[in-house]
């Protein structure tokens, strides 16, 4: 991959240097040639070097980092919801389980069934609605909340400070 990345940069650099060279000499039509290969050679570098594609703005990669945050360890909720001790990897203390608790006290009863369904079990917003019998509208906004008042919690409260 290395390699790849390092035989797009030097045909870069020779398209640029081919760019300036025909400044003068060549007619319009070659240099916006060369021009559009340089720019698809960059668009190709910069994907090959943050792996991800150039221009995107759609989906999670338009979010900022906060709004992709998870509030609670996906593992230690999905521990939470089991409630499991026998040999899971992902057995909790006692400490933790009160203090998911804590964050989750400012929920109410049809927000903390949705986000823990979502959260600790990881049903889709469908499965929870045609489970709950509630419109998928309905679980977006539950969950929305449940996730703003968890973040809320976790910012203020001296409980959750570890």
Known sequence: MQDLLQGYKETRRMLKRLYKEC????????RELISSMIGEVEWIVEWLETGKRPGNRRGIERRAAYQREKLVDPIRMQAYVS????????????????????ALSELSERERECYLL????CFSHVDIANMLNISVSSVETYIKRANTKVSERVQTSLFLAV
């Open 118 to 121: 979502a959260h600790g079990e």
């Open 23 to 30: 400044q003068g000499d060549h007619s319009a039509s070659d």
């Open 83 to 102: 409630q499991s001790t026998a040999g899971s990897p992902a057995n909790i203390t006692e400490w933790q389980r009160q203090q998911i608790e804590d």
